[in-house]
Nanobody
Framework: VQLQASGGGLAQAGGSARLSCVAS????????LGWFRQRPGKSRELVAT???????SYADSVRGRFIISRDNAKNNVDLQMDTLSLEDTAVYYC?????????WGQGTLVTVSS
């Protein structure tokens, strides 16, 4: 399984950005898909996940601002990010997990400027 993330770049504080991650290879709708991020000088942290049955969870820091969505037919998971703040600057990684199998995308940098 390979994950390809896209959509990173420069965004304005208060603005929006959208990330997309497409999975290739053998992936099915029993996978939990998610987005993580690593902010400068910090360890990688969970941003949002969507589990089978569309069970969604968010980090407190993004709840109400970010929306995660998945399309099983297209093997992709998107992250809509609104009301961005400088603290959202990070490398964002998508992840697919099923039982003890985990796959990571390559990361895409989102830089939020004032």
């Amino acid at each position: 399984v390979q994950l390809q993330a896209s959509g990173g770049g420069l965004a304005q504080a208060g603005g929006s950005a959208r990330l997309s991650c497409v999975a290739s290879g053998s992936i099915h709708n029993l996978y939990t898909l998610g987005w993580f991020r690593q902010r400068p000088g910090k360890s990688r942290e969970l941003v949002a996940t969507v589990a089978p049955g569309n069970i969604i969870s968010y980090a407190d820091s993004v709840r109400g601002r970010f929306i995660i969505s998945r399309d099983n037919a297209k093997n992709n998971v998107d992250l809509q990010m609104d009301t961005l703040s400088l603290e959202d600057t990070a490398v964002y990684y998508c992840k697919a997990r099923y039982t003890f199998y985990s796959f990571w995308g390559q990361g895409t940098l989102v830089t939020v400027s004032s």
